[in-house]
């Protein structure tokens, strides 16, 4: 069984920064991409940010320039550090990761999601 836990999600004013982690465990083999989405009141989920394996990033042209992927690897954990947060920025933030279990290929794993909510 694989579990993605995530962490770091509060309360924030606009201007603000926040970190957010989130951790893998379980029956890990290797882990190939890692993301962070959110899913704001009323909409869909959406892509914040990507990372591969060999720390390529991919940024949702809302966030680009204000939040950075970050992964550990060994520690299987990727972390969103997310800086001059804005009211839009209010959202569940998921933690999505790509996980062989030993098994043949990789399944997408998501976690609990935290909520990160940033005041005007």
């Known amino acids: 069984q694989v579990q993605l836990v995530e962490s770091g999600g509060g309360l924030v004013q606009a201007g603000g920064s926040l970190r957010l982690s989130c951790t893998v465990s379980?029956?890990?083999?290797?882990?190939?991409?890692m993301g962070w989405y959110r899913q704001g009141p009323g909409k869909q989920r959406e892509l914040v940010a990507t990372?591969?394996?060999?720390?390529?990033?991919n940024y949702a042209d809302s966030v680009s320039g204000r939040f950075t992927i970050s992964r550990d690897n060994a520690e299987n954990t990727v972390y969103l550090q997310m800086g001059s947060l804005k009211p839009e920025d209010t959202a569940v933030y998921y933690c999505?990761?790509?996980?062989?279990?030993?098994?043949?290929?990789?399944?997408?794993?998501w976690g609990q999601g935290t909520q990160v909510t940033v005041s005007s």
């Open positions: 999505n990761a790509e996980v062989s279990d030993y098994g043949p290929g990789y399944r997408d794993y």
């Open positions: 379980g029956s890990i083999y290797s882990i190939n991409g």
């Open positions: 990372i591969t394996s060999g720390d390529s990033a």
